[in-house]
């Protein structure tokens, strides 16, 4: 489970490369930016997380939800 897009993905090694599965893409990690999840967590969880996240990462944008 995955409460916010950007923390979205899987890696996994496929021979000599890495094999990434990014739902929602990976322009929102690049760009430091939060989103929620709406279909796998609630409002409470998501705020939670992102309140706990902003403390490690003061540059993270973080969306409302």
Same mark, same amino acid.
């Given at each position: 489970?995955?409460?916010?897009?950007?923390?979205?993905?899987?890696?996994? %090694? =496929? @021979? *000599?490369? &890495?094999?990434?599965?990014? %739902?929602? @893409?990976? *322009?929102?990690?690049?760009?430091?930016? /939060?989103? %929620?999840? =709406? /279909?796998?967590?609630?409002?409470? /969880?998501?705020? !939670?997380?992102? =309140?706990?996240? !902003?403390? &490690?990462? %003061?540059? &993270? *944008?973080?969306?409302?939800?």
């Amino acid at each position: 489970m995955f409460p916010t897009r950007a923390t979205s993905i899987g890696v996994r %090694p =496929k @021979g *000599e490369v &890495l094999e990434i599965y990014a %739902p929602f @893409g990976l *322009e929102d990690l690049w760009a430091l930016k /939060v989103g %929620p999840n =709406k /279909v796998l967590v609630s409002q409470a /969880v998501h705020e !939670q997380k992102i =309140k706990r996240w !902003q403390g &490690l990462w %003061p540059k &993270l *944008e973080c969306q409302a939800w």
